[in-house]
């Protein structure tokens, strides 16, 4: 029997509860369903770089703006699966691949089925992020051993239009579709701090965990000003209001992984243990995201072990040649924006 509907009130609601009473809550509900000590950690890379034609606000990777980002090829499969193999070394147990394409086309798709059986034959969960999927292709990925797909909606329907032109929000529900039809796990979340209003946010929350099933795993952005970008400027969002949105979504997906993912680079410690109380249980390990910097694996795990907290299938120390083999990898990556697509 499906879950209850939420409604943008409910949960508007909701974020308007006082704070210490919103995350009680959001604790409470994330006790019931998960260990409220462990993590879960995942390992993004890019491997195709810029130059997509999408027009994305917030996205350097896009052909729109000047960011001073160069448009790469595809990377090597032996690239991958040593990038994939060092992420594994460090502790990572899902690895994710994105690619800046509209829509992989159908020799691009046959070279991502390949590292994703190369990675999958590793002992790592499989996660890539390719953008639009036609028919057929959702159903090959699966064959190749695909474990997720991500494809964000990043905003509330009402807000969308301000921040993407090329790509429409049936659009991406379209692709979620054929994603679940060919039963991979869906990724889905958004981006957070674009300039949308508090209602917006509460939009894109109730898209999210009215989705049937909701998805299994839920990234939650923090906008990274990126200049050259249309939104470099827009005003930073309140941190404690990044908070509200973790608990939110934990309360209203209460099965999910809700992920820290985009933006943590600018996050201290203290906010990062609210966000952990509030409810997240899941984030982005390792040294750069898609083309964007995400705290040093050390820094990651110091804080885990201050805050007494555990990843789900035990802890695996980072060799420091393992670390340093990614870093080398991820090196042309950093500095610029992030967010899965």
Not at 78 to 101: K, L, N, P, S, Y
Not at 145 to 150: C, I, R, W
Not at 167 to 195: E, F, K, P
């Amino acid at each position: 029997m499906p879950a209850p509907a939420w409604r943008a009130a409910d949960i508007l609601a909701l974020f308007a509860l006082p704070f210490m009473d919103l995350v009680h809550r959001a604790q409470q509900v994330h006790r019931a369903h998960f260990d409220p000590n462990a993590v879960q950690l995942s390992s993004l890379l890019s491997i195709k770089t810029g130059g997509c034609p999408e027009d994305c606000a917030y996205c350097p990777q896009s052909s729109h703006y000047d960011t001073g980002l160069d448009a790469d090829k595809l990377m090597p499969l032996d690239e991958v699966v040593a990038a994939a193999r060092a992420a594994q070394a460090g502790g990572a147990q899902r690895f994710c691949m994105g690619a800046a394409w509209r829509s992989p086309k159908p020799h691009h798709l046959e070279a991502v089925a390949q590292m994703v059986s190369a990675v999958k034959a590793l002992g790592l969960e499989t996660c890539v992020t390719l953008g639009m999927l036609q028919a057929g292709q959702a159903e090959q990925l699966k064959d190749a051993g695909l474990d997720y797909y991500n494809h964000n909606l990043d905003t509330s329907p009402e807000f969308y239009g301000k921040i993407i032109s090329t790509r429409t929000y049936q659009d991406r529900l379209d692709t979620l579709d054929r994603v679940r039809d060919a039963g991979i796990s869906v990724c889905c979340g958004g981006i957070v701090g674009m300039g949308e209003s508090r209602r917006e946010r509460a939009g894109l929350i109730a898209q999210l965990a009215n989705m049937d099933p909701y998805p299994e795993s839920v990234p939650i952005n923090n906008l990274v000003h990126v200049e050259g970008t249309p939104l470099a400027d827009v005003e930073a969002l309140d941190p404690f209001e990044f908070v509200r949105t973790i608990a939110v979504a934990r309360i209203t997906m209460p099965r999910a992984a809700v992920r820290l993912s985009a933006g943590r680079e600018a996050m201290d410690d203290a906010l990062q243990a609210l966000c952990f109380m509030a409810g997240a249980n899941s984030m982005f390990y390792g040294d750069a995201l898609l083309t964007t910097a995400n705290p040093q694996m050390q820094a990651d795990q110091r804080l885990l072990q201050r805050l007494g907290m555990h990843v789900e299938a035990g802890d695996h120390p980072t060799p420091a040649g393992a670390q340093q083999q990614q870093q080398q990898q991820q090196q042309q990556r950093q500095q610029q924006n992030p967010t899965c697509r």
